[in-house]
């Protein structure tokens, strides 16, 4: 530790060691003696933006809350200097798992830099450009899940080192934007897949290649990377901003749909829409319809979720992705015009468009289907324990035959009821036994390891149902807030407040899960079970 730098900083964070520096500031590995664990500390360099700007940048940054960025726990000003906490992530970064193990497997880079992507889009529409983006600007917590760190200032001039990773735009001066952090991404994407960026060379023959040359497609340094993830990544590098795709989602999505493609389903169809050939050079655009001839969308336009057909030929080279439909964020996307390997057209199993497979028959049908079936299931056991009654000679409960009428008989004499035997056991309301009783109650008990430590499991089980895509992402997105801000009562020691927001996204999770829109069962729904607020 230099003697410019303090030990501790606002009376509470202890710097223990020195783990990172960039254009904006050095990381150190600290210590919270106030909340007891460890920490993140970055120190803002003035020299790099006057203090003002650099505050901004810090709240900028502190803002942005989604699981797959580093959650800023605190920021300050220490004798002028601005500085952010973070939590501590004691992975790798992304930059060190190709330098010690090369090239990731396919499946495993697609879900980091599809993870990589969320983080990046959540940052975008907070308003925040990373600026500085290159692998080490991403890294594991322990739980496995990446995060995006190190966020700079956008109009920073990059390093030697950096200019690998840059933008076309950044390079020459035109300043970066959003669009230039996905074309850093598709970098970083290009080294994960293949152990080497997409230019080398000296930085300036680097930057130069960035400016005028086009990047060979990956699968020229690997074949087996499929055709989809060679037009995505050579899509994310393209030249023109407007080219590239429209945000870290549509990245995100293509990402999921390489790594995890549809199963075929009996017959050998699969559940994948149909799509059509990437644009090329050599790739044959779709004709106009003929007079008489139906036309490609006879029952009106395509709707969400539904592979496109292109009535005037297919997209041309260079056309912005955003504008091919019409479509924004999240919608359906068309893939740029792909530059082959081989010089020659698509592929066979390349497909142009990326979307989700077509969704299930109505839910109300579906519930229909399900209530028939639970009313023959009861009625096939009730006749099945009546049957069971009669062979034994107990008295079976059933309507009660009219008498024959008579005159000659004197009417009985009244006699004691007999207690009426059961002739149908109820059916069981609890076949699993009873729910088991919850660990803890919030305020009362303490959790092993500490809050702080049941906060981040607790996060990462929110996390865990978005991976499989099995929780509303309203629902998720708004749970992840609420629990980061308990985390930061908790560090400010305001316990009450801290275990009032705790309590009170564990309610909005319960009505959501009502609602069917967060899972009964899996990592969250026991995390719910095993604590009541």
């Not at 920490?39 to 203090?51: E, Q």
């Not at 980091?112 to 925040?128: D, M, N, P, S, W």
């Not at 840059?166 to 970083?188: H, K, N, S, T």
Request: contains cysteine; negative net charge.
């Amino acid at each position: 530790m230099s003697d410019a730098t303090p030990s501790l900083i606002a009376g509470r964070y202890r710097l223990d060691e020195l783990i990172g520096s960039g254009p904006t500031g050095e990381v150190w590995r600290g210590y919270d003696q106030r909340a007891d664990w460890t920490v993140a500390v970055k120190m803002l360099d003035t020299r790099a933006a006057t203090p003002e700007v650099l505050r901004q940048h810090a709240q900028a940054v502190a803002r942005v809350i989604h699981p797959n960025v580093a959650m800023v726990l605190d920021v300050g000003d220490h004798e002028g200097a601005p500085f952010l906490v973070m939590e501590f992530l004691t992975g790798e970064s992304l930059g060190e798992e190709v330098a010690g193990q090369g090239p990731l497997p396919i499946v495993e880079a697609c879900d980091l830099i599809g993870q990589a992507a969320a983080g990046l889009e959540a940052a975008h529409r907070a308003g925040v450009v990373h600026g500085q983006i290159g692998p080490d600007s991403f890294r594991r917590a322990g739980s496995g899940v990446l995060k995006v760190v190190g966020f700079g200032l956008a109009d920073q001039v990059p390093s030697d080192d950096g200019v690998r990773y840059r933008a076309p735009e950044v390079i020459d001066g035109r300043g970066g934007e959003a669009p230039a952090d996905l074309y850093a991404l598709g970098c970083v994407c290009y080294e994960v897949l293949c152990g080497r960026p997409p230019f080398d060379g000296s930085p300036e023959e680097v930057g130069e290649r960035h400016l005028h040359a086009e990047p060979a497609p990956p699968s020229s340094h690997r074949a087996e990377v499929p055709g989809e993830l060679d037009r995505l990544v050579l899509a994310m590098l393209a030249k023109d901003p407007a080219a590239r795709p429209a945000g870290g989602e549509p990245v995100r999505r293509a990402l999921a749909a390489i790594a995890r493609p549809p199963r075929p389903q009996p017959g050998g169809q699969s559940t994948a829409p149909q799509s059509h050939p990437a644009t090329g050079p050599q790739a044959t655009p779709h004709p106009a319809p003929q007079s008489g001839q139906a036309t490609p969308y006879p029952g009106g336009a395509p709707q969400t979720g539904q592979a496109m057909s292109y009535p005037g030929g297919a997209p041309q080279p260079g056309q912005p992705i955003a504008h091919l439909s019409g479509a924004g964020i999240g919608d359906t996307q068309a893939m740029p015009p792909a530059v082959f390997h081989d010089g020659g057209g698509p592929r066979k199993g390349d497909t142009a468009i990326y979307d989700a497979p077509p969704p299930g028959p109505p839910p109300n049908r579906r519930l229909f289907v399900q209530l028939g079936v639970a009313l023959v299931a009861i009625a096939a056991v009730t006749v099945g324990l009546i049957l069971w009654s009669g062979s034994r000679g107990e008295p079976v409960a059933g309507p009660t035959p009219s008498p024959t009428p008579t005159t000659s008989a004197p009417a009985p004499e009244p006699t004691e009821t007999p207690e009426p035997s059961t002739s149908v056991a109820p059916l069981p309301t609890d076949p699993v036994g009873p729910t088991p009783a919850p660990k803890g109650t919030l305020g009362n008990s303490v959790p092993s390891g500490g809050w702080a430590h049941w906060l981040g499991e607790f996060d990462a089980a929110v996390t865990s149902q978005e991976t499989i895509g099995d929780i509303e992402p309203g629902v998720a997105r708004k749970a992840h807030e609420k629990i980061r801000k308990a985390g930061r009562k908790l560090l400010e020691n305001h316990d009450g407040p801290a275990f009032n927001q705790i309590a009170d996204v564990m309610r909005d999770l319960r009505k959501a899960q009502a609602k069917g829109d967060v899972p009964s069962s899996g990592p969250l729904a026991e995390f719910l079970d095993d604590w009541k607020p």
